[in-house]
């Protein structure tokens, strides 16, 4: 599986991003996807999750300004983020979760910052 995230630039504090990240390969072997991030000087940490029955997960900082989702074919998974704070910047990586392994995309930087 091969992933590539896109969608990530400067915003201003309250702003809005979509990310996406586009899944090929043998798809048809994922269970679920997830959005990641990594602040400068910080930890990867878990951003959203979505299983293949839409089943979705957010950390406390996101909930209620992010949402994940995907298209019908999940080939390609999105978060969509709003109300962007500053704390919220990061470098995003997405993550594809399969039954037999887990793979990684680039990461696509996102800056809030007025």
């Known amino acids: 599986v091969q992933l590539q995230a896109s969608g990530g630039g400067l915003v201003e504090p309250g702003g809005s991003l979509r990310l996406s990240c586009a899944a090929s390969?043998?798809?048809?072997?994922?269970?679920?996807l997830a959005w990641y991030r990594q602040a400068p000087g910080k930890q990867r940490e878990l951003v959203a999750t979505?299983?293949?029955?839409?089943?979705?997960n957010y950390v406390d900082p996101v909930k209620g300004r992010f949402t994940i989702s995907t298209n019908s074919a999940w080939s390609t998974v999105y978060l969509q983020m709003s109300n962007l704070k500053p704390e919220d910047t990061a470098v995003y990586y997405c993550?594809?979760?399969?039954?037999?392994?887990?793979?990684w995309g680039q990461g696509t930087l996102v800056t809030v910052s007025s």
């Open positions: 979505i299983t293949t029955v839409g089943t979705t």
């Open positions: 390969g043998s798809i048809f072997r994922l269970r679920a």
């Open positions: 993550k594809a979760v399969s039954s037999v392994n887990d793979y």
